[in-house]
Every structure is written in C-alpha cells, then in structure tokens.
C-alpha cells in the first residue's frame, strides 16, 4: 500500500471524531476504532468508507458549521487584493 493512501484514511477517520464528536467510532468502515488486515486491504483498494448513517451525520455537521459561520466584516472584504476576490471566505 501506498503511504499516501494510509495517510488519507487516517485523514479522513480523525475529520470524522471532529465532526462526528464524541463516540464516533463504529464496529465497521472508516470510524472503526482499530484497524485490522481487513481494513488495510480497503485502504489499498480505495474501499474503506463511512456507514450511510455516518454520512448522514456528517452532512448534517457540516451543515451546522455553515449555517452558525459569521461572514467576515465589511472591511475584511474590501482589503482583499484583486486576486483574492475570487476566493470565498469560508
């Protein structure tokens, strides 16, 4: 297995105990809590995923953070430069 492939899995478990919180961990997938052969021949084959639940959830989590995002002030906007005009704040 790639390195880089076992560093995205890893990537992606620890994004989902910051947006899944507390008891995250699941008995299968990506949010399982050890990781055996099984899921490292996942990983190698790009299969490891979230549980439809957990997608769910992180949908959801992701909504919440957009919904309670504060846009930055009027002056923060005006101060970007040309370039940066084109790249959204959040």
């Known amino acids: ?13 620890e994004t989902g105990h910051i947006l899944l919180g507390k008891g995250s961990h699941f008995p299968v997938g990506v949010m399982k809590a050890v990781w055996a052969d099984d899921e490292m021949t996942l990983i190698a084959r790009n299969a490891l995923h979230f549980r439809p639940e957990q997608r ?13 995002a504060i846009p930055a002030p009027e002056s923060a906007v005006s101060a970007r430069t040309p370039a ?3 790249t959204p704040l959040l």
């Open 1 to 13: 297995m790639k390195p880089a492939m076992l560093l995205g899995a890893i990537l992606v478990h």
């Open 56 to 68: 769910t959830s992180l949908m959801r989590a992701v909504d919440q953070r957009r919904a309670a």
């Open 84 to 86: 940066e005009s084109s």
